[in-house]
């Protein structure tokens, strides 16, 4: 132990960081690697098809973006159990006042949107102003949210939606554009990465050396382009894909690059230290609510756009996948830890093996048994390499 | 002559990377209280944890007896079934539980596999006897003060068949009365035949206690020496391997007559209507250490706390800093005025484990390392080095995640989060609890730093030399007032503790 590493002596140290910091990610992608080969193996390669993997990432679009509130939640301290009933509930009503009342596509979608945070706000007061706990607020809110949903559509399945509102969760942004957008996003990443350094050494900070920044990066664009390319293949890139990147882009910053993100971290991690470190407890837990209900919106939207349809039983159990999610991809229960991208890879992880046992055509019943089996597992894994 | 209740013979322990022990012997005598010595990090909690059993036999070599037998422990409950019972620093009871539940927990008194609560409850009254504590056995441990659950420990420890009893930093967080009444029932069970392992960082104690001394550093044996050969000083420069000139790097220098902070006739009541503060005036000035003593349940760390906002309650009088008035209302409005709190507690209140250094450092300031509302982490780096080197932390780098850290490492991170934000008022509660000589000499020299930049320091501490030692001028508590100020000329040990226990405060403090 020294002190603290300055510019001269301490290229190794964070060399030898950085790559450790990595190589808990890349459990994770492993396991998706793995994943994609074993199923690859069993489906004669259908799985890895562009068909499939467009559909792939269309089906889990609903929950990674539940799964990006949840891990908000969840870093804060908390948990909430009613975002499936919530998505179920804002798709319902987008539902409701666009068949029966004839709302427009954009109205009925801010109206999901406003319902969620509405409901969010609901719960976050209760948990934040009240102390009570997560755990029985939002269970309370699985039972009204239902409730409501069933009350509001009489027990009716509510369809068809406008044209507009299907396009949401079933259309593709075309071959040309993108490619496009695919190009955009890497320059904007060489670009970001080279402020970044300039920065940091008219700083007279320690920098990882240009090869690992640079080959990071090219890695990523490989895989950005790599994608592109799949998805093009079959009909271009999904829209809901598109949006769950955007959201994530938005919440990736705001949990690492804004006051709120790191105190949400604070809080979860103690909440005692949090508070005479004069961070306000209550106001921040009850955005994180505001935040994940607003998103519960959105996913149900897609929801009810991808099923040309609103049903009563919409999002039922859908809090546990983005539990699962969240927890999968290293989000502490305890609070305090966890990463959006991680829940991402989480989400992608439990949508694969649906979609995988269901191309294998295995029961129903196993899915739950091994989703249930590899949840418990990745758990294992992570306490266990700690140690 | 010499019979020995334990032998460690040559033990070395190795982790990953690091020896923590080399080939250390340490022997203790029949009935003796031995107390064992060094910094942090000199292996004195590795080697208990070698003879509790917690590292069990085959992950360390060397050799145990206990009265003259080799052991093998595979497990803490073999070491305990062999009479040795470890209480840790932190205390290992259940709050909710009542004294005697807790006393005979995992033991209790059946009668055909039910419990027999008049036996357990008069089995524990037989104990509270004999250790000393007049308190109903039904009472909760939570009601009790640490001082209070410290000897329920111990007697705990003794309705088992103890033998050897390692007491870890005992006193760490008692008053000076709760230390009397710990150091009378070790004398106690020293006349009755216990023997004894004292580990202490209070050295004062270790003198007036123990018989004989083992000093381990860096992982070595250094000296086993009975008492009478041995002085503070001896065993400090042995400990540190080097001679400390000076325990306390009191500086002496002209203070300022500005008032930095000021507090008229402040009283603070809490949620349930009790008066916690009553009717306090001081006033601190710029550059000064004002030293805060007095016995536990005096109110110093609620006056302070209460200041700075994170008390519940109502509270009056006038609070002013740096000649402004104030309204704080909670933490947030403190820092603001120029207040900065750093508890007793570290890693309860101080500071977030599971985050890095760098993100420690700043959770106070981040508007110091913000830009149009973003973070701008270079920058956060850049300040959390430049602030975290000034305090002269040691950590493999500001990425490490602060629950890794040593205590006075740890320390000294919530001092820097604390002076990033430059503050006018820095409030020190207990600042050196816990932490090795070398690390405490260096919180000094940061106190002395920053009054010679014109903070006004203000340091609550339980140990008496430490306030003696450093302190401009010394306010001494009691009852939730203010019982007496001493200069730095005037003030002894004796006359704080007469303020302390002065009048009827006396009582009030026995009651509580």
């Known amino acids: 132990m020294n002190q603290l590493p300055t510019v001269e002596n301490s290229a190794k140290v964070n060399r030898g960081l950085s790559f450790k910091v990595d190589l808990q990610a890349y459990t994770l992608i492993i396991a998706l690697v793995l994943i994609a080969i074993i199923f690859g193996f069993f489906t004669g390669g259908e799985f890895l098809s562009s068909r499939n993997i467009s559909n792939l990432f269309t089906q889990m679009s609903v929950i990674a973006v539940l799964a990006i509130g949840m891990t908000l939640i969840i870093v804060a301290g908390h948990i909430d159990l009613s975002v499936g009933s919530l998505v179920g509930l804002t798709g319902g009503v987008a539902a409701i006042l666009q068949v029966w009342y004839d709302w427009n596509t954009l109205m009925a979608v801010l109206a999901a949107v406003v319902i969620g945070a509405v409901f969010g706000l609901w719960q976050g007061w209760w948990v934040a102003y009240r102390a009570v706990p997560a755990f029985i607020v939002t269970l309370g809110g699985m039972l009204i949210f239902r409730g409501i949903l069933i009350g509001l559509s009489k027990g009716q399945t509510v369809a068809p939606m406008n044209a507009s509102f299907k396009e949401i969760g079933n259309s593709y942004f075309p071959y040309i554009p993108g490619y496009i957008l695919a190009v955009i996003s890497i320059v904007l990443l060489f670009v970001w990465t080279a402020h970044n350094r300039k920065k940091r050494q008219s700083m007279g900070l320690l920098l990882p050396t240009a090869k690992m920044d640079y080959g990071k990066i090219s890695a990523y664009s490989f895989f950005i382009l790599l994608i592109t390319y799949m998805l093009n293949r079959y009909l271009g890139i999904p829209l809901p894909i598109l949006i769950v990147v955007v959201l994530a882009g938005i919440f990736i910053f705001i949990s690492n690059k804004t006051a709120f993100g790191r105190y949400v971290y604070a809080i979860g991690g103690n909440q005692e230290a949090a508070a005479l470190s004069g961070i306000n407890i209550k106001k921040n837990t009850l955005w994180v609510f505001i935040t994940m209900g607003a998103l519960a919106g959105v996913s149900g939207v897609l929801l009810t756009s991808r099923l040309n349809a609103a049903t009563v039983s919409a999002g039922n159990m859908y809090e546990l996948d983005a539990i699962a999610a969240c927890v999968i991809g290293g989000t502490s229960l305890i609070g305090g830890k966890g990463k959006i991208v991680g829940a991402l890879i989480g989400a992608l992880i439990m949508a694969s093996i649906d979609n995988g046992m269901s191309m294998m055509n295995i029961e129903t019943f196993w899915q739950y048994i091994v989703k249930g089996l590899i949840l418990i597992f990745a758990v294992w894994i992570d306490i266990s390499s700690k140690k | ?512």
């Open chain 2, 1 to 512: 002559m010499d019979t020995f209740a334990l032998e460690m013979k040559g033990i070395t322990k190795q982790f990953p990377g690091v020896k923590a022990l080399d080939n250390v012997t340490f022997s203790v005598r029949k009935g003796e209280i031995h107390a064992l010595c060094g910094e942090n990090g000199a292996g004195k909690s590795t080697l208990m944890k070698i003879l509790s059993g917690v590292y069990p036999h085959g992950t360390y070599d060397g050799q145990i007896l206990i009265n003259g037998q080799e052991v093998r422990f595979k497990s803490i409950k073999e070491s305990q079934d062999a009479g040795v019972a470890i209480i840790y620093q932190e205390l290992a009871l259940v709050e909710e539980m009542s004294v005697a539940e807790n006393l005979f927990l995992s033991h209790e008194y059946m009668r055909a596999k039910i419990i027999n609560w008049n036996k357990v409850y008069s089995e524990a009254q037989k104990w509270l006897d004999q250790i000393g504590l007049d308190i109903d056995p039904q009472t909760k441990v939570g009601d009790l003060t640490v001082g209070k659950q410290q000897l329920i420990e111990i007697a705990k420890a003794l309705t088992k068949k103890t033998d050897i009893l390692i007491l870890d930093e005992p006193t760490a967080a008692l008053t000076e009365s709760d230390v009397e009444i710990l150091m009378k029932l070790l004398n106690d069970l020293r006349a009755k035949g216990v023997t004894c392992i004292y580990i202490s960082h209070k050295l004062g104690e270790v003198m007036a206690l123990a018989d004989s001394v083992t000093i381990l550093r860096d992982g070595q044996t250094i000296s086993t020496d009975p008492i009478r050969e041995l002085s503070e000083d001896k065993i400090v420069t042995k400990m540190v391997g080097r001679e400390l000139k000076e325990l306390f790097p009191y500086e002496a220098r002209p203070i300022s007559n500005e008032n930095i902070l000021e507090v008229k006739n402040y009283s603070a009541i809490d949620e349930s209507g009790k008066t916690i503060i009553d009717n306090v005036s001081f006033s601190l000035k710029k550059g000064e250490i004002l030293g805060i003593a007095g016995l536990m349940g005096a109110g110093r760390s609620e006056l302070f706390i209460s200041l700075f906002g994170g008390l519940k309650g109502k509270k009056s009088g006038t609070v002013l800093i740096d000649d402004k008035a104030t309204d704080i209302k909670r933490p947030v409005d403190a820092i603001k005025a120029g207040l900065a709190y750093v508890s007793e507690d570290r890693k309860r209140y101080g500071l977030v484990l599971g985050m890095d250094i760098a993100k420690n450092t700043t959770l106070t300031a981040l508007n110091k390392v913000m830009k149009l509302k973003v973070i701008d982490q270079a920058l956060e780096v850049k300040r959390a080095t430049e602030i975290n080197n000034r305090m002269k932390l040691k950590a493999p780098n500001l990425e490490t995640k602060v629950g890794q850290l040593s205590g006075g490492n740890q320390q000294k991170v919530v001092l820097s989060k604390w002076i990033l934000n430059d503050p006018k008022v820095l409030i020190l509660d207990e600042p050196t609890r816990g932490i090795d000589v070398g690390a405490k000499y260096e919180i000094y020299k940061i106190i002395n730093e920053l009054v010679q930049q014109g903070v006004g320091i203000v340091m609550i501490s339980s140990e008496l030399p430490e306030v003696l030692g450093m302190s401009d001028r010394v306010l001494v508590m009691g009852g939730g007032t203010i019982t007496g100020e001493l200069s730095r000329k005037e003030a002894t040990q004796e006359k704080i503790m007469t303020f302390a226990t002065g009048g009827k405060k006396r009582e009030s403090v026995a009651n509580s």
